[in-house]
């Protein structure tokens, strides 16, 4: 496996990428319905697509470069697809191929535009399933590296992000090994099914020699019912009380790595956890509503504190000690204690339904894909995971998978990619 | 995929009875020839569908190629189409003639970049176009089966140099139209020399000799492991199943030549249960089940002596076969697909376990094949270098499982060790799908 530099210095056709199948061009917006464009427009004519009215679920585009990977940030979208990857590829040199690759491929497929003209050479050089022009459609790529990833094989040991580890087992954890870790995390993230599909496709056939999947789960995002967070498959809406990190003095707070503890390459990344949740909701809808509602201390209709009226309402647990209006157990109270002291614990959630079909016993396998994005996972994920320990919600879920990665920085030019302030 | 051989003009729609092919009988080196932008053949070896009965290769390819091919019967609402939404697409698009009389004819304002040809059939037979650097020979683009009448679009990527439209009606001598030269100094798109039938001709002669020389191991092979049977020594017929078996599995470009034989030989069982004791499951499965599900020697005689029969037949006659050469570049990248589906899943294990053996032996075909095909594959795929390497990878990590005639089981494959195989496999086919472009027939005149 040769690199070939082009005139541009750019490396292609290297090792992953057969077809050094860089699209061309990037077309219009086609994300929005009815956006008839017709001309060529530059990457950086990044027409927005209006936002459905009513929806926190998030449709505009992102720019693919800049300091962070877009897809934190971003709110939700209808579809995802969440994957683990390990790493095949046998080196160090192979490896930063790998992120080249997996950087191009991204860098074309969030962009959109006409997929490159192999002629005789080859077959066709993208799937056709977008049609014959990939539109942008709002796809996000998000990559992290996971614990493994700095074992011996590729030389990182010493440059793993400090609080990096395999997921532990929690106390109500039922892990399945096939199901947790990972050396890569890939999230792609769209309005539609079929784009996230696409690039999904799109980004496995220029990899097969470098990572294979360990594992998959889909995921979506209910629309608003009727209004507000979407709802996650117990009825109740889930991610109302997420921090604002929007505002770049939160987000330094609570989300981005950059203090001098962290391995310099870190900066401008974030702690990525992902945790599969097994929904059990037979059992759930067997449960009278008083008590659905005291264990998440929200009401399930408007999604307000059980001491307010409306969702984003602040529940007030100072004026409520002895938890007879919203009970010391549930899980908003439990999850944010909404005090001095645990503010530093709060994190940025960006869940995802699942629905995989059937299990064994004839009962629906639902549940969610919680992710979460924080500066520094013990001060906030493992903290509230442990304050959650044995609330009254474990007998209805069952974490079975996922894990801990370390969501590398933006990608912030052309001639930057994923991972090389990590491997350069 | 084309329907170009077969079709008529007038009905685009794929014409359902077979053709045969005029020069079906009159090429040099007893090699049946097919059309020469036969495409579909049968792609699969276990498709119950697979049997193209050696002799009458061609005219199969041909009724194949009529039934499932290329789906051109929309042409005239693509070609309306493709018209009205000319913008859409953001791309620069250039109306092209083609025709005996004005073939290129409309290229006024050549230029660089991916852009878009609208070629109309203006002629009265069916065409292949071409776009060629007239120089080199070498092809930047094609459109198989345009028919009269009707617009398809074709996508290119053209750097500065000089081209120039060929078009190829059905039953007609090719036009070069004119020689159209592109300004500037901007790199050139993807391009390969087409490869014809006559270029196929000496490694598919060499291939069927190879095949030929297998043969008789192959006989010896089953021979043996009946006379173990037959004597009841189920320890040495299990070693020697396994050795008959990867006889075969080399042969692994010849499996459509082989045609019905290859069900016979070497089919699985249906998945329901039950299928595998129904009388139709024979072969070296059949033969493989029984060993490795404990069934008594008395039991597998009959078995035994059925695969050796069908595999002395299949030597007996295979100086009679006649390669298609449209199979060679096909073969080379579908035996490893073939790998990938049935050995890497497991779908072809009745028991011993050696999927992974199989793979090994499948690998070793595709080495044979890709040697023959090298001396027109040099020049044409750039990527060759990848190639040899992702087959070293492969065999290098599969040799890994084996252990002599010990070969580690699918299920027994550490997790690493599984991805690792996943990942050569697949890698490797993105490098074997090109060859299989390349060595699509095309006519050159």
Redesign the interface.
Known sequence: MSDTRDAAGELRRRGFLRGAALGVGTVGAVAGAGAATAALTGPSAHAATPAPAATPVAAQDAPFHGEHQAGIIRPVQQATAFLAFDVTAADRRELTELLHTVTDRARFLTAGGTPQALGITAPPSDSGTLGPQVPRDGLSVTVGAGASLFDDRFGLKDRKPLRLKAMPAFEDDDLDPAWCHGDLSLQLSAPHQDTVLHALRDIARHTRGGMQVRWRLDGFTSPPRPSGTPRNHLGFKDGTGNPDVGDPATAGKLLWVGDGAEPAWTTGGTYQVVRLIRMLVEFWDRVSITEQERMFGRAKDTGAPLDGSREFDTPQFAQDPMGDVIPLDSHIRKANPRTADTAGSRLLRRGYNYDRGMDGNGNLDVGLIFVCYQQDLERQFETVQKRLAGEPLVDYITPFGGGYFFALPGVRDRGDWLGRSLLA | MSAESDTEPASPAAAPEPEPIAEADGEPGGIAAASPTTRSLTRRRVAPAAGAVVAVAAAVTAAVLAGGGGGHGGDSADGKGATATQ?????PHTAIDVSTGGCGRGWGHPHA??QVFDLHNSGSAASEVYLSDPKSGK????LEGLAPGTTRQM???LGSGTYAFKCLPEDTDAVTGPSVTVPGHQ?Q????L?VTQHDLIPPTLAYQQWIGARMGDLARGTGTLKADIDRGDLAAAKRDWLSAHLVYERMGAAYGTFGDADGAINGTAARTPGAVDDASFAGFHRVEYGLWHGQPAAALKAPAAELDKNVGALRDGWSQARMDPAEMGLRAHEIIENTEQFELTGRTDYGSGTNLATARANLDGTREILSLLRPLLTPR?P?L??LD??VE?LQHDLDAAGHGDAWTPLDRLG??QR??I???T??L???L??VA??F?V?RTA
């Open positions: 913008a859409a697409d953001g791309l970049g991916t092809l930047y683009g094609e996508l290119v990527d790199p798109g993807a391009a390969t087409p795929d990527a270098p990848r390497s992702a990878r997790r690493a991805e690792q996943n990942a050569d697949g890698d086919l993105e490098q799908a090109p472009a390349i699509d095309r």
